[in-house]
């Protein structure tokens, strides 16, 4: 690799723990650490594990079961995208997930009456980001739709 693409690949990490949503998904995962076991650790360090390169996506199998940590990034980070709604309309958006032991399942948020965004999950065993600005980018879709959502039926979502 060559010193320049480092480089860059630094710049596109800072700048990716500089969003808002990184730093939000940062917040929430200190706030579990209940013993201080991770107050040592950098912020790379505690999202290490929602990146997920297509090298090692190939080398879990396709059928899987989700295990207990993947699950509890996969409620972390649909927290933070509800936190995300919220900043942005100002209404609670609070995310329902429902899980099947294969790993498929559905996301739900809601904002007072309205349903703001429905997501399909799959492969759940198998979430994660190639890279920590994907990461920080992930929400922007996500947030975009709930948002359109609330300014179509502002009165549905504020009941």
Not at 2 to 19: N, R, Y
């Amino acid at each position: 690799m060559s010193d320049a693409t480092v480089t860059s690949g630094v710049a596109e990490d800072e700048a990716a723990f500089a969003t808002p949503f990184v730093k939000c998904l940062l917040r929430l995962i200190r706030a579990q650490d209940s013993y201080g076991l991770w107050e040592g650790k950098t912020d790379a360090e505690l999202l290490a594990d929602f990146i997920i390169t297509k090298e090692q996506r190939r080398a879990i199998p396709i059928i899987g079961d989700p295990d207990p940590d993947v699950l509890w990034r996969l409620e972390i980070f649909y927290a933070a995208v509800g936190l995300a709604i919220e900043e942005r309309s100002g209404l609670m958006a609070s995310p329902i997930i429902k899980v099947s032991p294969e790993g498929f399942g559905r996301v739900v948020f809601t904002a007072g009456r309205l349903v703001v965004l429905s997501k399909t999950l799959r492969d759940v065993h198998r979430f994660g980001f190639e890279t920590f600005q994907k990461l920080a980018e992930a929400d922007t879709k996500l947030v975009d739709a709930a948002i359109a959502a609330i300014e179509a039926y502002p009165d549905v979502a504020r009941a």
